[in-house]
């Protein structure tokens, strides 16, 4: 068996879960995510992140504006539109049932 | 001092190294390759990812550090991840890769089409980098079976039809099997490393157990192995008679057609076997070609499906073509109901017997003695004699004509007049129009002064063949009468008569009377002849 694809399948599954989420606590720019995200050591390299981002702002569950920067060019900021918080609560409210479910399996 | 490039990134201004510059740029054309597979959002996913290099470039410049450096470059790429990473974290989710740092090189290599250095389909290189050998020696291969029948060029469009094209930098690098990476290279040794690590902590304590579930471990290790193996063969083995079985009743398929079409002529298939060029032999049918259509349809959807699945199972193509199945099956079953409904069309048509029998006069007063003979129709209409089945037919090409051998067979007339009874008949004649199909078998015999002539053959359109039209001549001779049957004539009698008449050239080309048992040699021929001689 391997653990380490597990993990990275595990991972893969919450990225996007995890990313509306950031979003919701407020608007950010990419880094402000990678760098949340590496914290938490949900991804290994950065360049993953920018196709989600991508793929999750043409469903329209996200937006970006662009705004001045004072270290350097403007950034891209994201934020959540409306059918994005939609689907937070709906991924939130997944994966605390799911939660529970795994714990009530693995705690007993 | 080392050469430095300017250039223009995520909104800001960069001096770069040369080196490092080249680095760069083939780290983005390697990104723009992979996110090919994005389509629209592609440009967009770059620019982004540009600007993070861009910012990350700059986080590293400083006072003293100016320009940009390969190692820069080199740690920003590991920061962002090279494609193969991409791949491995995004296979990882679907689960469709076998186990990272075990999968051999050869597991993870797939076919598919290389356009990025192809002729015509890419079907060529592709194979190259599959087999890991010159695009050249496919080539000559294809070229070379291109000679054979043209199956270099079947095999050529079925490929280009059902291997997928590489777009992607993923499809690219399964292309020719995953390249030794870094990272791929770290993951293996990590595995072992902790394969090792596992196997050490259980040393000591458990050093004894430890040892005899590993040997017995090892053993069922090794039985798997061989099991797989063995499964790995028995596909490959049925992946290969696919594809043989397949290809070889396509090549034949198509060579009966073409032959049945007409197009080859005279195409020998085996050994004395000869198809003519029966255009019309099925014309009768009146749906000739709607039948022909679905039958080839009918027969070549599933050859070309047993090549498909060879193909699929030897290569390990991934099929793109869900539309072209679901086609290719409602075509066959469209098919299927068209040869059925031609089918049972025609039968309905095909139910009729039909005769029709006349009887002439010949003029016996003049002439006491009577000649039968036959005359020769065929003279100058290059006939060839096909053997089908069993079936022997005589055909012109020139004329699309059929020639039969009529019947003959003699009988005592009731009257002292003497007749020539023509009788035809054929069979699966369409109904009401049997006088008709009765014009069409055409057949001619004529008297002249004291001899009467018989036509060798009686003819019908090719078109008519499956009316098998036939004619049987009833020649009523009167008591007494003295007639001659030529060696021919004997030839045309059915097979009791040939034998009561003809068996020792009996009565051959001698005078012989009507008596109400049938012919007798003429008595005082008998006596004379002797003298004569």
């Not at chain 2, 090549?251 to 076997?273: E, K, S």
């Amino acid at each position: 068996m391997d653990f380490e694809n597990a993990k990275a399948q595990m991972r893969k599954g919450v990225l996007e879960f995890c990313i509306l989420s950031i979003l919701s606590r407020g608007d950010a720019y990419a880094t402000d995510i990678l760098n949340t995200l590496k914290e938490s050591e949900l991804i290994v390299v950065e360049g993953t992140l920018y196709p989600l981002l991508t793929r999750q702002k043409n469903a329209g569950l996200l937006s970006y504006r662009w705004e001045e920067s004072t270290q350097g060019p403007p950034r891209k900021y994201y934020a959540l539109t409306e059918k994005g918080s939609e689907v937070l609560k709906e991924l939130d409210a997944s994966w605390r049932s799911l939660i529970e479910a795994v714990d009530s399996i693995v705690k007993k | 001092m080392k050469k430095t490039i300017q250039i223009h990134m995520g909104g800001r201004q960069f001096h770069i190294d040369e080196d490092a510059y080249q680095k760069l740029n083939h780290y983005l054309e390697s990104l723009k390759r992979h996110f090919v597979a994005e389509g629209e959002a592609a440009k967009e996913i770059l620019e982004d990812i540009e600007h993070r290099i861009a910012e990350l470039l700059e986080k590293n410049l400083s006072e003293n550090h100016q320009s940009v450096s390969i190692e820069d470059v080199n740690q920003t790429i590991s920061i962002l991840g090279k494609v193969e990473d991409f791949i491995y974290e995004e296979s990882a989710a679907g689960g469709s890769i076998p186990e990272a740092g075990s999968y051999s090189r050869r597991d993870y290599r797939r076919l598919y089409r290389d356009e990025d250095s192809n002729y015509i389909g890419g079907v060529a290189s592709g194979m190259a980098a599959y087999f890991d050998i010159d695009a050249l020696w496919i080539r000559v291969a294809f070229i070379v079976l291109a000679f054979l029948h043209g199956v270099g060029i079947l095999v050529y469009l079925i490929l280009w039809v059902v291997v997928p094209k590489a777009r992607t930098t993923a499809e690219k690098l399964q292309m020719r099997g995953v390249p030794v990476t870094l990272s791929s290279i770290r993951e293996s040794v990590n595995a072992e490393y902790d394969k090792v690590k596992t196997g050490f902590s259980h040393i000591g304590d458990h050093n004894a157990i430890r040892q005899t579930r590993s040997a017995f471990e090892n053993i069922l290790r090794g039985l798997g192995l061989v099991f797989v193996a063995f499964f790995k063969f028995i596909i490959g083995a049925i992946g290969v008679t696919f594809l043989i079985t397949g290809a070889i009743i396509l090549a034949v398929l198509i060579m009966f057609i073409l032959a049945f079409a007409g197009i080859l002529g005279h195409f020998p298939v085996w050994n004395g076997f000869e198809l003519p060029s029966l255009t019309h032999l099925f014309a009768s049918t009146g749906h000739y070609y709607l039948l022909i259509i679905a039958l080839v349809v009918l027969v070549i959807i599933p050859i070309v499906a047993l090549i498909y699945w060879g193909i699929k199972i030897l290569f390990n193509v991934q099929s793109r073509h869900p539309a072209l199945r679901a086609f290719l099956l409602t075509t066959w079953i469209l098919a299927l109901v068209l040869f059925i409904t031609v089918i049972i069309l025609n039968a309905s048509h095909f139910t009729m017997e039909a005769r029709v029998a006349h009887t002439a006069r010949i003029e016996t007063k003049k002439w006491p003695r009577l000649y039968i003979d036959v005359q020769d129709n065929t003279v100058d209409k290059r006939i060839t004699e096909y053997n089908v089945f069993d079936r022997t037919f005589l055909y012109s090409d020139h004329e699309n004509a059929l020639f039969t051998v009529p019947e003959l067979a003699i009988g005592l007339s009731k009257d002292q007049g003497m007749y020539m009874g023509i009788e035809k008949y054929a069979s699966n004649v369409v109904p009401n129009q049997s006088d008709e199909a009765m014009d069409r078998i055409y057949f001619q015999w004529e008297q002249k002064d004291s001899v009467v002539y018989i036509n060798n053959y009686l003819t019908t359109r090719d078109e008519d063949f499956w009316m098998f039209g036939q004619v049987r001549l009833n020649l009523q001779i009167p008591e007494g009468q003295v007639v001659v049957l030529s060696e021919r004539a004997c030839e045309l009698l059915d097979p009791d008569q040939r034998y009561r008449y003809c068996q020792d050239s009996m009565l051959t080309n001698k005078p012989a009377v009507m008596t109400p048992d049938g012919l007798r040699l003429l008595e005082n021929q008998k006596s004379r002849s002797p003298r004569n001689k």
